[in-house]
């Protein structure tokens, strides 16, 4: 089964420190989306793409959270600085929107972030 | 702005019983409608889906779910519950208007007792 590939699995950084999340989503797949995870929110939406470009980003703290598509194989999320209420689980997924419709979407394993 | 409902937060099950979670979203359109599981340490996996036509769908899993406009429910079923479906499921809806950014409700954290 095709899947999207998230690195890294875990990180446990620094407050301060810069931290770089990538994805790799499903070939032929026009739509990535950022979710973030946590026990007191459950699932945000940071940022989605389509065909590369941002469509849609209001979810992401701007001053530190920055999300790119430098390629159809590679999704960036990078946070700079980080501070520990950044610590969470973040999730990429990836999706075929067409004009009809959507077929679904696929989630990657997740980064896990812990900021101290 | 659509928005997800899942009343339960926790549901326990005795292994073998069948199992109804509760969805219910708020969305002026018709919707487009997901069912997740998530096993601890793990994403999120597709279960189901409803786009339009029969209301009663069929997932993986031996899951299905109804769509009831007139209750604004999608409830997922399943007849008989297995120790391994113990997991988070979310249910999210999507916005039918061209964005399709699924919303996803807090979850309900399924409990199967031996």
């Known amino acids: 089964d095709a899947r999207v590939t998230q690195t890294p699995r875990d990180k446990v950084t620094e407050m301060g420190q810069e931290v770089t999340m990538r994805c790799q989503p499903i070939?032929?797949?026009?739509?990535v989306f950022w979710y973030r995870q946590t026990m007191m929110q459950g699932l945000e939406l940071l940022a989605y793409?389509?065909?590369?470009?941002?469509?849609?980003d209001s979810g992401m703290p701007k001053d530190r959270f920055s999300a790119e598509m430098p390629d159809a194989t590679l999704a960036t999320l990078k946070i700079q600085p980080s501070e520990p209420r950044d610590s969470a689980v973040y999730f990429c997924?990836?999706?075929?929107?067409?004009?009809?419709?959507?077929?679904?979407?696929?989630f990657g394993s997740g980064t896990r972030l812990t900021v101290v | 702005a659509q928005s997800v409902t899942q009343p339960d937060i926790h549901i326990t099950v005795s292994e073998g019983a069948s199992l109804e979670l509760r969805c219910n979203y708020s969305?002026?359109?018709?919707?487009?409608l997901f069912w997740y599981v998530q096993s601890p340490g793990q994403g999120l996996q597709l279960l189901l889906k409803?786009?339009?036509?029969?209301?009663l769908v069929q997932g993986i899993k031996g899951f299905e779910a109804e769509f009831k406009r007139s209750q604004s429910s999608f409830n997922l079923r399943k007849p008989s519950v297995h120790w391994s479906d113990a997991a988070e499921y979310f249910c999210?809806?999507?916005?039918?208007?061209?964005?399709?950014?699924?919303?996803f409700g807090r979850g309900t954290s399924l409990i199967v007792h031996p």
């Open positions: 997924a990836s999706g075929l929107v067409r004009r009809l419709g959507i077929l679904g979407y696929t």
């Open positions: 070939l032929g797949h026009n739509t």
């Open positions: 793409f389509r065909n590369r470009a941002p469509l849609d």
């Open positions: 969305y002026g359109a018709t919707p487009y």
């Open positions: 409803y786009f339009s036509g029969d209301t």
């Open positions: 999210a809806v999507g916005a039918s208007g061209g964005s399709y950014i699924p919303t």
